[in-house]
């Protein structure tokens, strides 16, 4: 005998489904005990913005390499330098300004004041910041591609730029080029490197005498007026037969003719003595 399937469906009651919400966000909040004391995980995750930083910059180098992209060409004698508008704009505030009213389409700058296009090169190196060792390894092959550079970072208002080209003029210094230098500190304003050039000739005599009786220097009358200023600054040295004395011995010291002149003093106190003795 056959008996038919019953399927019957339970609903929970109006009291239970009152409390299933509280019942499942308890659920949820508690997790899951591994153990009865929990230990703690730090993990060190690098800045993403540091990240994205280093990404971004990357693939703008990688682009620049490339000559992919480009809206913008530099004219510097007969060569043709091709960047991106977005990064001299970043880099320098004149190019920014200079770069803000045009539209689309590529744009073209020529440098008329620049005559060695490997100057141009150096900034836009700098702009895309191409590797350090390059730089501080590199010397330029004549000082006019320095000053080049120099033109470069005072027009468009980049200090980091002088920075990397002062370092070039303290490589390889010596009286056969000191001269050429400090006319360069002269005429582009740096102040430190100048002044400093100019300590160590005054504290070396072999120097200081090789550039002041050079030609050189005879044509640069502010130059010489500042060496010979900073010779008077500098503290005379003893005479080598010259008596040194120490600190302790300086304070009691007294000058020979002071000597004599307190033996004389002490003599006619004494002649007084005898003379009042004698009258007694």
Known sequence: KSYPLRRELCLPSEKSLGAMPQIFSEALVRTPDLGTKP????????AKRQLLADSLASALREMYRRQELTDVELLCADRTFRAHRAVLAA????????????????????????????????????????????????????????KDVLRLAHNFQLPGLTDRAVQWLAKDLSTANVVQIL????????????????EQLTQNKKALAAVAGSPQIMKHPKLMQALLQQAAAMPAEAPANKRT???????????????????????????????????R
């Open 183 to 198: 006319t360069i500190c002269e005429d582009f304003g740096l102040a430190v490197l100048g002044e400093r050039i100019l």
């Open 245 to 279: 004395f120490s600190q302790s011995e300086a304070e009691t010291f007294t000058p020979p003719k002071e000597k004599q002149v307190k033996r004389r003093i002490a003599a006619k106190e004494v002649d007084q003595k005898k003379a009042r003795s004698g009258k």
């Open 91 to 146: 880099q320098s505030d004149v190019f920014k300004a200079g770069l803000a009213g045009v539209k689309d389409g590529k744009q073209e700058i020529r440098l008329a004041d620049i005559s060695n296009p490997e100057a141009v090169k150096f900034m836009l190196d700098y702009f895309y910041e191409t590797d350090a060792a390059v730089w501080e390894d590199y010397n330029p092959r004549t000082q006019e591609i320095t």
């Open 39 to 46: 230990v703690s995980l730090a993990v060190k995750l690098p």
